[in-house]
């Protein structure tokens, strides 16, 4: 092999190598807690706006104030009276990151509401917290635990008075804070406290934001028109989530309002303009942010409770506050005694004695950050990907043709100029150069040829991997088969799933009877049309047995947006499918049944020895296949189960009633789905709205006012195979009546 040949081999192994280090979650562990620590290292320590201020509570103000060391217990009386006087002198956003989650004395709770009320400004912390509540398989003794997460908000009487309240959820170490929430997906798209605060900081520039959606096009129903309405409404997080859904369903505002304010700058004063620009920014943004801290703890301006007042026996004292006037104030627990401290998190700013940031510091310098227009800017993939590209290929240049100490020379040089580029970028823009992976990984990498050809070669081996099973595998599963020994007969995981399974009726009769390359030639037809949907609507196809398919919408926490495309694919599946027969040749028909299911499943490999399957396993799947079988039963075509159907909106659906399903001990809440509410006729919406007063009558034992119902729609649909099931229920209920016990539930016998 040619050295031209081994340099452009190793060139080529720096590039890939560095890549997928980068883009791998080790690869983002390792530059987060290294690299970006490194370069705040680098840059220093910066000056914070000064439109942001942090008043502390700490075990000094308990001794100088003689209150207890515990500081929820503090009397809310102090916090009442230095809030009215921090809102006298004009502080413009006051947030107070104490959670107020119990009640207290009933004067002191109504002081401090009043206070709230009075200042019109005040945003109040709310908490999410994890619990685990017990799961039950089959068994009365629970079998495992499941976490879930719990809003806890202020009691209700300073919540009221509040203009808004937010949650700011962070990790506890060991994990690192590098970033925080702008909108919480796992509470429901719920503004966080810096982006609720500054959207009062900003409400100067409130009306002209509105006023820009208005000439835009954009619909402002529902929006209060300028500040002092966005105050009075009491909850502006509301109307934050308003705004933010319409930047989230029309990807074009931001460009149109920039437009507007582009034309019309002249009309905005400076400060206006500012804020203006920082809230289109802020519900633009992606829905968490990196961090750019200022510098170690107290960076920003911090002045203990007891510094700003005095106890005078039972009274309270407040100082001149004047210098809070127009800032941003958050009020929240800032202990600096290591042994004390109840509210510190690990960050790029942890100290080895255990001193860290508190959380309300940590909120502040998000807040600075929007009013800055400064978080820490990761670049894209593809910039990243490009300059880890150009480092390798340097590298090699700069070490290739050279001796080993010339190697050294030219790799450290390079280090140190790419470190002075990494640090001139980050101080100016915030902009987050990847470090760790070119300095520590790809620069070594030059020294070990061999190491790197033989990299190259298992390189091509990952990719032929990926290539060769990607369109089976989830992505994340091909790339792990393809980097971890061992990883094909790996366990799996735990993950909730929608789960919709198929079946053509008649398919064994059929096959008999057609020939088997015109058969395969017709099924290979037909699983084109049933897999379009499912991939259009990011499923996976997780099994073909014959002419059945199972496909999968996983998470790894429950979420409605995959029962949703999984009820959106299998409305889908039935059309495409019914214009499928249309065009068809055949003298027959096959239908297609199909069942969904929602719950937790095992995914991952099954099997022994040197054949292994991917697999979705548990009881929801066998759940699924029963809900499919239940359509021989019913006559019916899509059925799904309430846990499926549940908290989905958008689709027309008829209840079926609970059936004990075969082989199932409990009973399963089965429902119809007809098609999306715009597309439903009026065949469907009569079917639905009818079939629902015979059921309720049959659940009610009303057996013989139900069959009325009933043969009135078989009177107008004599086709319909629910109502015609009900019917034969009735009349044996009517003929043989059950115990007193009974509950409606029907026994689904397998056919």
């Not at 799961?135 to 635990?145: N, R």
């Not at 009691?155 to 909108?183: G, H, N, Q």
């Not at 300095?439 to 990952?462: H, M, S």
Request: overall charge positive.
């Amino acid at each position: 092999m040619s050295r031209f040949l081994k340099t452009l081999l190793l060139g080529a192994g720096i590039m890939i190598s560095g890549t997928i280090l980068c883009l791998s979650p080790a690869g983002r562990y390792l530059e987060e807690n290294l690299g970006l620590s490194l370069l705040f290292k680098l840059r220093g320590n910066r000056t914070p706006p000064s439109d942001v201020a942090i008043i502390a509570i700490d075990q000094e103000s308990s001794r100088k104030l003689r209150l207890s060391s515990k500081f929820d217990q503090w009397p809310r009386s102090l916090h009442a009276e230095f809030l009215k006087h921090l809102a006298g002198v004009g502080a413009k956003v006051i947030a107070f990151d104490i959670i107020f989650k119990e009640k207290r004395d009933e004067s002191q709770d109504r002081a401090l509401a009043e206070s709230i009320k009075t200042a019109g400004n005040v945003v109040l912390v709310e908490v999410i917290q994890k619990e685990k509540v017990p799961v039950h398989s089959g068994s009365k003794q629970a079998t495992e635990e499941l976490e879930i997460r719990k809003l806890v908000r202020p009691i209700d009487r300073l919540k009221d008075a509040s203009a808004a309240s937010a949650p700011f959820p962070l990790p506890k170490v060991p994990v690192k804070v590098s970033r925080y929430w702008t909108f919480i997906t796992a509470a429901g798209d719920t503004p966080s406290l810096p982006i609720v605060t500054f959207q009062i900081f900003a409400r100067a520039a409130y009306g002209q934001l509105v006023e820009l959606l208005r000439q835009t096009g954009r619909h402002i129903d529902g929006l209060p028109l300028n500040d002092q309405r966005l105050l009075a409404t009491g909850r502006v997080e509301r109307v934050v989530r308003t705004i933010r859904d319409k930047f989230e369903a029309d990807p074009a505002l931001v460009h149109a309002l920039m437009e507007k304010i582009s034309a019309s700058a002249g009309a905005f004063e400076k400060q206006q303009l500012l804020l203006l620009d920082r809230l289109i920014r802020m519900y633009a943004a992606p829905d968490s942010h990196f961090l750019n801290y200022y510098g170690p703890p107290a960076t920003i301006p911090t002045t203990s409770y007891h510094q700003l007042i005095s106890r005078q026996g039972n009274l309270w004292e407040v100082s001149d506050l004047s210098e809070y006037k127009g800032k941003a104030v958050f009020i929240g627990l800032s202990e600096r005694q290591t042994p004390l401290k109840k509210d510190g998190f690990y960050t790029v700013y942890s100290q080895p004695d255990g001193v860290d940031l508190n959380g309300v510091e940590i909120a502040a310098t998000a807040f600075a950050n929007i009013l800055e227009n400064k978080p820490v800017r990761p670049l894209s993939l593809y910039l990243q990907i490009g300059v880890l590209l150009l480092c390798g290929c340097l590298l090699v240049l700069v070490c290739s043709f050279s001796s080993n100490i010339a190697s050294a020379a030219g790799a450290f040089t390079f280090c140190c100029l790419y470190l002075l580029v990494s640090r001139f970028y980050f101080r100016s823009g915030g902009i987050w150069l990847p470090v760790f992976t070119v300095i520590f990984f790809q620069a070594p990498l030059v020294f070990v040829l061999g190491v790197l050809i033989r990299y190259t070669d298992v390189n091509k081996e990952r990719k032929a991997i990926q290539r060769a099973f990607k369109f089976y595998l989830p992505p994340e599963i091909v790339d792990q088969s393809a980097t971890e020994r061992g990883a094909v007969t790996a366990g799996g995981q735990l993950v909730h799933s929608a789960i919709l399974c198929t079946d053509m009726e008649k398919y064994t009769s059929f096959s008999e009877t057609t020939d088997p390359k015109s058969l395969s030639q017709l099924m290979h037809k037909y699983f084109k049309t049933l897999f379009k949907p499912v991939q259009e609507n990011g499923g996976i196809i997780s099994d073909l047995v014959g002419d059945s398919m199972m496909a999968l919408w996983t998470s790894k926490e429950p979420e409605i947006s995959s029962r949703f495309r999984a009820c959106e694919s299998a409305v889908q599946i039935y059309a495409a499918l019914s214009e499928f027969w249309k065009n068809s040749d055949l003298p027959v028909r096959l239908p297609t049944r199909i069942g969904i299911h929602y719950g937790p499943v095992h995914l991952g490999n099954v099997g022994a020895g040197s054949h292994y399957e991917y697999r979705a396993t548990g009881d929801a799947v066998n759940t699924a296949a029963r809900i499919e079988n239940l359509n021989k039963h019913l006559r019916t075509h899509i059925l799904v189960s309430g846990d499926a159907i549940k908290e989905v909106r958008g689709f027309l659906t008829r209840r079926m009633g609970s059936f004990l399903l075969s082989g199932k001990s409990k009973p399963v809440e089965v429902f119809e789905l007809f098609a999306r509410f715009e597309n439903a006729n009026d065949r469907q919406k009569y079917l639905a709205r009818m079939f629902a007063d015979g059921l309720n009558a049959y659940l009610d034992r009303s057996w013989k006012k139900a069959l009325q119902v009933f043969e009135r729609i078989l009177n107008q649909f004599p086709d319909d195979g629910p109502s015609l099931f009900y019917v034969s229920m009735c009349h044996t209920l009517l003929e043989v009546p059950p115990d007193v016990n009974w509950n409606g539930v029907v026994i689904a016998a397998k056919k």
